[in-house]
């Protein structure tokens, strides 16, 4: 059995920075491409930055040379570095990782709650 445990979210003012953690258990072979998605109150969840299993980023236009998506496969974990924070990045925010298990798919994490305050 898989699990996804997300952590690093807090309040935090604007310009600040924090660092949201995805870590995976279990029985796992290999990390492979990851996603982080973030959803505001009352807005779609909106996809925020991509790694490949070949280790290519992809970033949203609203959090492109703030943000940094990175992956530690020796600890089956996925990162986000999100720096100069703005309240417009207020949200819940979900890693969503493909891992390859006895199977392989794609798995969500419980979310982390992100405040920014102006």
């Known amino acids: 059995q898989v699990q996804l445990v997300e952590s690093g979210g807090g309040l935090v003012q604007a310009g600040g920075s924090l660092r949201l953690s995805c870590a995976a258990s279990g029985t796992i072979f290999s990390i492979n491409g990851a996603h982080w998605y973030r959803q505001a109150p009352g807005k779609q969840r909106e996809l925020v930055a991509v790694?490949?299993?070949?280790?290519?980023?992809n970033y949203a236009d609203s959090v492109e040379g703030r943000f940094t998506i990175s992956r530690d496969n020796a600890k089956n974990t996925v990162y986000l570095q999100m720096n100069t924070l703005k309240p417009e990045d207020t949200g819940v925010y979900y890693c969503n990782v493909n891992i390859r298990a006895y199977g392989l798919g794609w798995h969500w994490g419980q979310g982390t709650q992100v405040t920014v305050s102006s």
């Open positions: 790694i490949t299993s070949d280790g290519d980023t």
